[in-house]
């Protein structure tokens, strides 16, 4: 072989190739070849000499061309994101640990550390709890019910659901459902502490839960969401009210991990029910709603819930919107997800029962309620959704209107 197509398998050999796609791969690449053309003997001459076999024009013609693809994948497939990725990356894990701060009633951020187990379908929280770090407060879920310890007082407030408020599971649902309300956008960028590249998912939407936005981070490489921030407003305006800047998933976590330890001393009190101020505006609609004229509210309220289901179960959602005000800016796409999700095992397809009245309260509009519903999917998943019923007086005539679910929904295990 000639001199000159030896220097070229010289040239060659010295540049280290990786096929696996990084972000960093362009300086890599520019860094070897340097690195590379530095350690070839110092003549005036090199790139004349190398050029002139016809058989070397060609090889460098090829590296040329390897060279320019390597850059194109290493720029473009570390940049690659879709939601769908992120699901499928978090079907793997069933666990999480975060840490951030929450802001309290006063406005002032409080650092805390939150552990979440998901339940079977990867949808909800099934064990939950989260802990202030510097004053010592607990929120914890078991057998279906929410807990707060607060020390300063040496009292447990408990509410018989499981509130969105600690057991939200982040995992593919969620993150389906942020991406699918109206307006959602991403931004591509960098975390200016690594230089790792991210993708941030920003959404917004009106709840039974009052307004929210979120902003979500995922790496791009491992497809996880890094950090989330949810505001109690539209346009993440101010702080937000919960801040996870470190997550990390895990495929389980042993039960011990959630057992809480309280002054056996403690008094427990029930919470009252509730609803959110903000939602008032909607449900004093006098269009939405139905009749309650001549019901009790036990007749009403399982009435207008019977409706409810069978509106969702057909998917018309503009009876839905209607029996539920506080959904009538969420469109049919968004709707069809929170309600089906994009499984068909997970699809609502039966009423399995209407409970009574379990809890009640009052707002500005009136008295409102809680009753347990029993609902059945394609797949035979049973489970509880606990719902708020809003009575009103509007124009001297008695209606009722759905305010929303009163925690989130529980598998029923069989």
């Given at each position: ?211 929210h936005s979120y902003s979500v981070k995922f790496d791009v490489e491992t497809k996880l969401p890094v ?121 609502v397809v039966e009423i399995v029962e209407i409970g009574h009245i379990c809890k009640e309260g009052f707002s500005k509009l009136g008295p409102i309620v809680a009753v347990p519903c029993i609902v059945k ?38």
């Amino acid at each position: 072989m000639i001199d000159d197509e030896k220097q070229f398998e010289n040239f060659v050999r010295d540049i280290k190739f990786d096929d696996n796609p990084d972000y960093s791969h362009r300086d890599k690449l520019e860094q070897d070849l340097l690195a590379a053309i530095q350690t070839q003997p110092r003549r005036v001459n090199i790139w004349r000499t190398f050029m002139k076999s016809r058989i070397s024009q060609l090889a460098a013609a090829a590296v040329i061309l390897i060279a320019a693809l390597y850059l194109l994948i290493g720029n473009s497939g570390p940049t690659a994101w879709a939601i769908e990725q992120t699901i499928e990356a978090l079907k793997g894990y069933g666990a999480v640990y975060m840490t951030g701060t929450v802001t309290d009633k006063y406005g002032a951020q409080k650092p805390f550390e939150m552990w979440l187990k998901a339940n079977k379908s990867r949808t909800l929280s099934k064990d939950a709890l989260l802990r202030i770090t510097d004053s010592g407060v607990l929120m914890w879920v078991a057998d279906g019910n929410t807990y707060t310890y607060i020390p300063q007082n040496n009292t447990v407030y408990s509410e018989n659901a499981i509130t969105a408020g600690v057991a939200r599971w982040p995992g593919p649902f969620t993150f389906k459902l942020l991406a699918t309300a109206e307006g959602t956008k991403t931004i591509r960028g960098k975390d200016p502490e690594t230089g790792r590249e991210q993708v941030t998912l920003l959404s917004s939407l009106i709840s039974s839960l009052g307004p929210h936005s979120y902003s979500v981070k995922f790496d791009v490489e491992t497809k996880l969401p890094v950090e989330i921030a949810r505001w109690n407003n539209m346009d993440r305006r101010g702080e937000p009210f919960f801040y996870a800047r470190k997550i990390t998933y895990y495929e389980n976590l042993p039960d011990s991990v959630f057992a809480v330890d309280y002054p056996a001393g403690a008094a427990h009190v029930e919470k009252e029910l509730t609803i959110p101020e903000s939602s008032i505006g909607l449900l004093a609609d006098p269009c939405s709603g139905i009749s309650a004229e001549g019901l009790s509210q036990d007749d009403a309220a399982r009435l207008l819930l019977k409706q409810f289901y069978q509106a969702a179960i057909n998917d018309d959602y503009n009876k839905f919107r209607k029996l539920c005000p506080t959904a009538s800016t969420m469109s049919n796409e968004f709707l069809r997800y929170f309600v089906h999700g994009d499984d068909p095992q997970y699809r609502v397809v039966e009423i399995v029962e209407i409970g009574h009245i379990c809890k009640e309260g009052f707002s500005k509009l009136g008295p409102i309620v809680a009753v347990p519903c029993i609902v059945k999917t394609k797949g035979g998943i049973v489970a509880e959704d606990k719902m708020i019923v809003q009575f009103r007086n509007i124009g001297g005539r008695a209606s009722c209107v759905l305010q929303g679910p009163y925690g989130l929904l529980r598998e029923i295990e069989q």
